[in-house]
């Protein structure tokens, strides 16, 4: 099973970046899917989080700029990230929570990562 993150990039602060992040693989169901974020020297926190049922969290820092969504189809999650801040600048990741078997067990796959930088 395999993750791909793609989106990142350099914004100035009040624009918009759109992440993906495509989980591939003998994949026979995924649960929850979600983005991590990690700034420099600090600790990996959680961004935002959707069930299969497309029920949604969000930490406050984010909460009415972020929006997720997932495509069950393409295996695919997504973060709609508005109003960006200086402060959400941060390595990205997402996380997907599979089970490669039914009745399996579900372990969290991670991808690679995605630099978000918003500077002016």
């Known amino acids: 099973v395999q993750l791909q993150a793609s989106g990142g990039g350099l914004v100035q602060p009040g624009g918009s970046l759109r992440l993906s992040c495509a989980a591939s693989g003998s994949i026979f169901s995924i649960n929850g899917m979600g983005w991590y974020r990690q700034a420099p020297g600090k600790q990996r926190e959680l961004v935002a989080d959707i069930t299969s049922g497309g029920r949604s969290y969000y930490d406050d820092s984010v909460k009415g700029r972020f929006t997720i969504s997932r495509d069950n189809v393409k295996n695919t999650v997504y973060l709609q990230m508005d109003g960006l801040k200086p402060e959400d600048t941060a390595v990205y990741y997402c996380?997907?929570?599979?089970?490669?078997?039914?009745?399996?067990?579900?372990?969290?796959?991670w991808g690679q990562g995605t630099l978000v930088t918003v500077s002016s």
């Open positions: 996380v997907a929570r599979i089970s490669t078997s039914r009745g399996g067990t579900i372990w969290n796959y």
